[in-house]
């Protein structure tokens, strides 16, 4: 069993940053990968960022290439994504989930546990 709580999210112009944490509880890192998906009104769930089954890469969709990294802290079961250089377009609600070695990690429905969600609006 796990617990995901995200955190961080706010309103925010155009241009600034935001840093969304994760906290997990339970068996987190060793057992499950979790990554960052996000919906915005209307429109499916999508990825935003992850790491590979083996943890060892990391990969962004496209269009929050090169302004969004994810990163972790296992001491603290914590996952992060640092936001940069935000859109009007960035405007969703982030969620974290958490999978047992997912076999495509872009797919929400690989996911076993997610978490509530953190409302993230840019302005322009």
């Known amino acids: 069993q796990v617990t995901l709580a995200e955190s961080g999210g706010g309103l925010v112009q155009a241009g600034g940053s935001l840093r969304l944490s994760c906290a997990a509880s339970g068996r987190t890192f060793s057992y499950y990968l979790i990554n960052w998906f996000r919906q915005a009104p209307g429109k499916e769930r999508e990825f935003v960022g992850g790491f590979s089954r083996s943890g060892g890469k990391t990969y962004y969709a496209d269009s929050v290439k090169g302004r969004f990294t994810i990163s972790r802290d296992s001491a603290k079961n914590t996952v992060y994504l640092q936001m940069n250089r935000l859109k009007p377009s960035d405007t969703a609600v982030y969620y974290c989930?958490?999978?047992?070695?997912?076999?495509?990690?872009?797919?929400?429905?690989?996911?076993?546990?997610w978490g509530q969600g953190t409302q993230v609006t840019v302005s322009s």
């Open positions: 989930a958490a999978a047992n070695s997912p076999f495509d990690i872009t797919r929400p429905g690989v996911y076993d546990y």
